[in-house]
């Protein structure tokens, strides 16, 4: 069991900051996986940023050059810089891990975060 706690959510003008962070607990060992997805109202679920055990990480291509997904020193906890925020980065968003064959923003997951609200205004 791994146990996924987000936080960081706010409401920011576009163009602005923010930096979420998750904090994950329980059986976190080599080979996990860690990701952000988002869903924003009447849309489906999407993978915004992973990062694998190595330090590799994959994005959607609507955030590519905007955020960065990283790791902690003690590797237990995931962050997201998000930059240059646009309107329709607004969503939900939730910290995932699990361990797929391969890590990217289309693998699945099966331990989630309760979610944090991200609110961009224009």
């Known amino acids: 069991q791994v146990q996924l706690v987000e936080s960081g959510g706010g409401s920011v003008q576009a163009g602005g900051s923010l930096r979420l962070s998750c904090e994950a607990s329980?059986?976190?060992?080599?080979?996990?996986?860690m990701g952000w997805f988002r869903q924003a109202p009447g849309k489906e679920r999407e993978g915004v940023a992973t990062i694998d055990s190595d330090g590799s990480a994959d994005y959607a291509d609507s955030v590519k050059g905007r955020f960065t997904v990283s790791k902690g020193n003690a590797k237990n906890t995931l962050y997201l810089q998000m930059h240059s925020l646009k309107p329709e980065d607004t969503a939900i968003y939730y910290c995932?891990?699990?361990?797929?064959?391969?890590?990217?923003?289309?693998?699945?997951?099966?331990?989630w975060g309760q979610g944090t609200q991200v609110t961009v205004s224009s």
């Open positions: 329980g059986n976190i060992y080599s080979g996990i996986c």
């Open positions: 995932a891990a699990d361990f797929p064959g391969f890590c990217s923003v289309v693998s699945d997951f099966g331990y």
